[in-house]
């Protein structure tokens, strides 16, 4: 069973009037207009512990959500013995377009982290204290909310939405936000006046940015 079927079940019974079918080959603006618009909600009652244990095998491969990201987005990857775990490689770091190399254990490790593109504190506030643990684990663990990043970057952006952070580097930030708007819709997490709008600017140079699928 595929990772996209299993998250798939683990959705089923998620809000029908927010969340949205992603259909294949639609555009990040097209999307974007069926996400709610509403103010953020309370932080009352939030906390890691509520998108369930870090880095869940959710697809029951064996390997953490963490291997299975750094596995996809690095490259020249080298593993430890048994083929799960990534001890070194290279990550072309989407954000700033730099290369950074990965060592496991030796400092580097920290340079790369794995960034929830839409992050858990904004989700929470924006819908997803509505869903049920194991939807809100389903999207921690989602490969369409997780991208493998320069860590400073990661850390500086922390829990920010479009509206107080984009990446520094330009020509990615339709990629980025398109994610964003997936990611949003799937689960149906709404977003604010500013962010939206923000959203919506960026899409508009780029009209045909298809919502990425994982």
Known sequence: MGLGLILALLLTGAPASTAVVLKREATAIKVLGQISVKGRAPKTGYSRAQFGAAWTDVDHNGCDTRNDILTRDLVSKVYRSGGCIVASGILHDPYSGTDISFTRGAGTSLAVQIDHVVALSDAWQKGAFKLTLTQRTAFANDPLN?????????????????????????SYRCKYVARQVAVKAKYGIWMTSAEKTVITGILSKCPGELVPKG
């Open 146 to 170: 997780l991208l493998a990043v320069m860590g400073r970057l990661n850390s500086q952006k922390s829990d920010s939405d479009a509206a107080s952070w984009l990446p520094p580097l330009k």
